[in-house]
């Protein structure tokens, strides 16, 4: 697609309901990132693909958090047994490649899930 | 590890004026990148300048222009006839430059932003 597409825009749920949420990155772009951003806080890192490589979770904050790109192209952020500290806004971003230097370097974001847990 | 600092909270600009977003960052790496990104509320992150660090001509893109000072670690925004579409959160991000070295290296690390007012 022309951009990189998150859903759903909203979502409000229970605390201790598992949540899904969904981005589609540009195509052909093979890296992907998850950020959290919560209110008045910068971007926090979450998760990375790179193509077939083992993505790099070093950024989940627990094991509540987990996600995966399938096909090397949509990925899904599953949050189990929501917090109300998880309530954020998360964002997608992908970009050509995570490790060619040139043009490369640049992350095309999302609009992001905003998550409320109540 | 990186760490980017915005200083400023908050901001505001009349329009048609000229403001200066302050960034700051500490690393022990000499090749990297260096990004402002704006944030309006529509939420959408949108890429407003990149610098890389091995050059040494500041960046510009229209009204935007940055002032890189790599010996001080500094990475400052002006922006030039604000305009009230520049009303948003801008944000500072530091990324490393490839080979990258071990995990998360090469994501981007951001400050925590800064707000910025446009009075018409």
């Known amino acids: 697609g022309a951009g990189v597409s998150q859903s759903p825009s909203n979502k409000v749920t229970e605390k201790g309901k598992d949540v899904e949420l969904r981005c589609d990155p540009i195509?052909?772009?093979?890296?992907l990132y998850w950020y959290r951003q919560s209110l008045g806080q910068g971007l926090e890192f979450l998760i990375y693909f790179q193509g077939n490589s083992a993505p790099d979770k070093s950024g989940l904050p627990s094991d509540r958090f987990s996600a995966e790109r399938t096909g090397g192209s949509v990925s899904t952020l599953t949050i189990q047994r929501t917090q109300q500290e998880d309530s954020a806004v998360y964002l997608c971003a992908s970009s050509p490649s995570g490790t060619v230097r040139s043009g490369a370097n640049v992350l095309t974001f999302g609009a992001g899930s905003r998550l409320t847990v109540l | 590890a990186q760490t980017v600092t915005q200083s400023q909270p908050e901001m505001s600009v009349q329009e048609a004026e000229t403001v200066t977003l302050s960034c700051t960052y500490d690393t022990s790496e000499s090749d990297y990148y260096l990004f402002w990104y704006k944030q309006p509320p529509s939420r959408q992150m949108i890429l407003v300048i990149r610098q890389e660090a091995y050059k040494q001509q500041n960046a510009t893109e229209n009204r935007f222009s940055v002032n890189f000072q790599k010996a001080a670690k500094s990475f400052s925004l002006k922006i030039s006839d604000s305009q009230l579409g520049d009303a948003a959160m801008y944000f500072c991000a530091y990324r490393s430059a490839p080979p990258y070295s071990g995990a998360g290296s090469y994501q981007l690390t951001f400050g925590k932003g800064t707000k910025l007012s446009v009075i018409p």
């Open positions: 195509s052909g772009h093979t890296a």
